[in-house]
């Protein structure tokens, strides 16, 4: 079957051609429908040899669905034919954290070299996908697996860190997204237009990505420069944003993120751009709780699921063939993907 893999540190990815996948006991074979591109990926590409995590080459894609194909030896609850999507962040099922469905927070994922597809495991971006245990998928029924594939990061990264301050936004609260206009940030602000009456204000780099930050439900747009935490001070009577989420976790967006929460706010840092926040007496308003987290739970993903049911969530697409796949990750590399760009491996 052809695959889109990154092959070798520093190289670009390349479709190229692996070896069919058969289900072992236990397993799911899917033939994948859809796979998201996201922008964690080009971080891992940039990652240095030395201490670089993943066996490679390693087919990529870590937002995947797909139809099954075939089962292992002993698996229930899934047929062929069934349309789902797959929860990416494997865990062991069993530990505390699992337990809860917590597997982006597994014990032991670590320690028994439990990783996700796309990042560590064989990825969503080829023809066929190995899913380790049925408890990882997610029926789709009636969704379109297209418009419904980036739900499974892009729509569940920011579905957890906006459950978390749910609390914080009352109404007559700020909400504040930085990286508005991305594959995260466009889902994040029709969550918060969904699940809270907060004012959304969204920031972004240009004019056209905050058009499109306006055209997902933003109340207000700011231009992310070293000006934007005073323009979201200026929006809030001087009070700053009761909730922060940065979607791009670069210096000087954090710093912006910092710069803009109000007292008593939640500051969530979601992309990986590697800028951090001091935190200590002083270093931000008054009682400002500074979070880092990764992905979402496996209940929650059936949630933001059950939400693009009701028609709540509009995910922006561009959709590729497996062969352009290169030309997608360039694309997002430059800035120039409008909402998720999605590789369909079927044609
Ligand atoms: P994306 O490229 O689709 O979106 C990023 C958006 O941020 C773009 O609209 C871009 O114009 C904007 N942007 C860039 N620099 C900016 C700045 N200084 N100020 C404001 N906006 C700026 O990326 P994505 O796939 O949505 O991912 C977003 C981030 O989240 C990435 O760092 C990714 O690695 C990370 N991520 C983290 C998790 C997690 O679990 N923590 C999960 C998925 C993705
Ligand atoms: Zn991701
Ligand atoms: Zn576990």
Not at 173 to 184: K, N
Not at 204 to 218: I, N
Request: glycine share 14%; aromatic share 6%.
């Amino acid at each position: 079957m052809k695959a889109v893999q990154y092959r070798e540190v520093g190289s670009a990815p390349e479709v190229v051609t692996v070896p069919d996948p058969e289900p072992g006991p236990g397993q799911v074979l899917l033939k994948v429908s859809a796979a998201g591109v996201c922008h964690s990926d080009i971080a891992v590409m940039e990652w240095p040899a030395e201490g670089f995590p993943y066996e490679l080459p390693m087919t990529l894609g870590h937002e995947g669905a797909g139809t099954v194909a075939a089962v292992g030896d002993g698996v229930a609850g899934v047929a062929e034919g069934d349309s789902v999507a797959v929860y990416g962040p494997w865990g062991c099922g069993r530990c505390p954290k699992c337990a809860e469905g917590k597997e982006n927070y597994c014990l032991r994922a670590a320690g028994l070299r439990i990783f996700p597809p796309g990042l560590g495991r064989p990825g969503a971006m080829a023809e066929y996908l190995l899913v380790d245990d049925a408890r990882h998928l997610v029926p789709l029924g009636d969704l379109d697996p297209v418009r419904t594939v980036p739900l499974t990061d892009a729509g569940l990264t920011p579905y957890h860190a906006v459950k978390r301050s749910l609390p914080k936004l009352t109404p007559g609260s700020t909400a504040a997204v930085i990286g508005a206009a991305g594959g995260l940030g466009h889902v994040a602000v029709q969550l918060l237009r969904a699940l809270t009456s907060a004012r959304v204000v969204a920031l972004d780099v240009t004019e056209e990505k905050l058009e499109l930050a306006r055209a997902v439900g933003a109340h207000e747009t700011v231009l992310s420069d070293e000006h934007a935490a005073g323009r979201v001070r200026e929006l809030t009577g001087g009070l700053g944003a009761d909730a922060v989420f940065d979607f791009v976790g670069v210096q000087p967006s954090v710093d912006t993120a910092g710069a803009c929460a109000a007292v008593e706010a939640d500051v969530t840092i979601v992309g990986i751009g590697g800028g951090t926040l001091p935190v200590g007496f002083g270093a931000q308003a008054y009682e400002v709780c500074v979070s880092a987290p990764y992905w979402g739970s496996r209940g929650e993903l059936t949630e933001v699921l059950e939400l693009a049911r009701t028609g709540a969530l509009d995910v922006h697409v561009e959709t590729y063939a497996l062969d352009e796949a290169p030309r997608a990750y360039a694309r997002l590399h430059a800035g120039e993907v409008r909402g998720r760009a999605v590789i369909l491996p079927g044609g």
